[in-house]
């Protein structure tokens, strides 16, 4: 459902303000501190961030995927940590639940994953299976009224804090590939489970992620997901979805950077004039712009479908995968504007150059993307 235009406007305004103000002096403390204050986390299930996604039924704000893509454009002008913090509870720890789950399973978790009470986590990625997800090896065996778990997930974002896990198991070991893989509804406090400890990473420092063990951990069969065998079309189309919402938060770390870049061409002088002045400098910018015009467009396009019911494997792909090259060249070429103060951690541009490498990585890496879109596009015929 869409909010009225000027709801939703206002809305954004108060984000908007609350990027600027608030969080944006808190991202260097956020990177060096590794983790994002309470206060703030607090503050951002107040304006009901968490729960941007879920239906006004049990407390979201159920948001149309236009009006989720406009937000996560103002949350990408600041570090992508604060969006990591809520992101998994508006996108692939929450979206398998709201599309698959029954009544009973929604009326339980819901409400508590929209206001942030609960965080959630998606559990695909395994040591052996990153881009062939449907190779997963953690085994779901059924045992009477009991799946039981056992195996391992990598790199989990949220993992550390998280009270639900949505997790991708095979429950039965005789059929390969995606068709033995099922969907599970696992708290993080059953008996069996540890999570490790937060991975150092290269950047979106802020931002967790940990990997978790399941020894012999009972889950009750009213917990799957979906149907027996359905788990790899549950996260697939979590995934297309979530690759939409990725896309748009490059869009809106494009944007940022492009700002901060014009601000800087503008004070700094070199050979007697602002950088501003130079047309190497404007070239730069005009292509920064433009593709980041380019990527917004085909963002809103994607969103826009799925709000209509259509199906967006390949609008999803396209965007994630334009959206997050984009923003590499755009933060790459923000170094260079910068210069020697674009790779001094002060100006904060290096920061986000390291930020932005995950994009063309998580939730399925540019290659996976051009896999899906040439396989769409050959099936559609051109
Ligand atoms: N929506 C609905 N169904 C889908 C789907 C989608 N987006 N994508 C695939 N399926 C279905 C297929 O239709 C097929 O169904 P049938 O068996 O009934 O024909 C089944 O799922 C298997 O699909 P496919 O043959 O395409 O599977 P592959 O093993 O070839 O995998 C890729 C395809 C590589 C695209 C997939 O594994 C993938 O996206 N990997 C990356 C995962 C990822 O993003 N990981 C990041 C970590 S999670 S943050």
Known sequence: ????????DQFIDTLRRFVTERL???EAQVAEADRVPDGVIEEMRDLGLYGLSIPEAYGGLDL?????????FEMGRTSPAFRSEFGTNVGIG?????????????????PGIATGETVTSFALTEPEAGSDSAAVQTR???????????????????AGKAGLFTVMARSNPDVKGGGGVSAFLVPSDLPGITVGKPEKKMGQHGAQIHDITFDNVRVPVENRLGGEGEGFKVAMQVLDKGRLHIAALCVGVAERL?????????????????LSGFQLIQGMIADMKTE???????????????????????EA?????????MVGRVADKAVQIFGGAGYVADYGIERLYRDVRIFRIYEGTSQVQQIVIARETMKRGG
């Open 1 to 8: 459902m869409a909010l009225d235009a000027e709801t939703r």
């Open 24 to 26: 944006r002096p808190l």
């Open 64 to 72: 149309s995927m236009e009006d989720e893509c406009l937000v996560i």
């Open 94 to 110: 929450s979206q398998g639940l709201v599309m698959f789950g029954t009544d009973e399973q929604k009326a339980r978790w819901l």
């Open 140 to 158: 779901a065996i059924l045992d009477g009224a009991d799946y039981v778990l056992n195996g391992s997930k990598r790199f989990i974002t949220n």
């Open 258 to 274: 492009i700002a901060d870049c014009v601000a800087y061409a503008g004070e700094r002088k070199q050979f007697g004039q602002a």
């Open 292 to 314: 980041a015009m380019a990527a917004r467009a085909l963002v809103l396009e994607g969103a826009r479908k799925r709000d209509a019911g259509q199906t967006i494997v390949l």
């Open 317 to 325: 792909a396209a965007a994630k995968y334009f959206a997050s090259e």
